[in-house]
């Protein structure tokens, strides 16, 4: 079982980036999706959902349409794709699946940094 964030990096004010989360060893389809984040002296917070076929997503208020959540059950990868970044987006972006029959997995995380 793994899931593995890629696509962080060092981005400047209002610039962009797509973080990919690509699961392997278990049944990608049967669970939600959702990436966390964590910023330095802070506490993880939700930053998007998306249900286990896509038809639900839901945003943090902080990053509503500026984020863009998605999945693509065939190659078993969640996206969340960033725009307008601001440097208060900084932090580790985690990964994480759900379901309440299956259980939850968490990925190792991908640092993003906004800074001119």
């Known amino acids: 079982v793994q899931l593995a964030e890629s696509g962080g990096g060092l981005v400047q004010p209002g610039g962009s980036l797509r973080l990919s989360c690509a699961a392997s060893?278990?049944?990608?389809?049967?669970?939600?999706a959702k990436w966390y984040r964590q910023a330095p002296g802070k506490e993880r917070e939700l930053v998007a959902f998306?249900?286990?076929?896509?038809?639900?997503?839901s945003y943090a208020d902080s990053v509503k349409g500026r984020f863009t959540i998605s999945r693509d059950n065939v190659k078993n990868t969640a996206y969340l794709q960033m725009s307008s970044l601001k440097p208060d987006d900084t932090a580790v972006y985690y990964c994480?699946?759900?379901?309440?029959?299956?259980?939850?997995?968490w990925g190792q995380g991908t640092q993003v940094t906004v800074s001119s």
């Open positions: 994480n699946v759900y379901s309440g029959l299956l259980g939850s997995f």
């Open positions: 060893g278990f049944s990608f389809s049967n669970y939600i």
């Open positions: 998306i249900s286990s076929v896509g038809s639900t997503t």
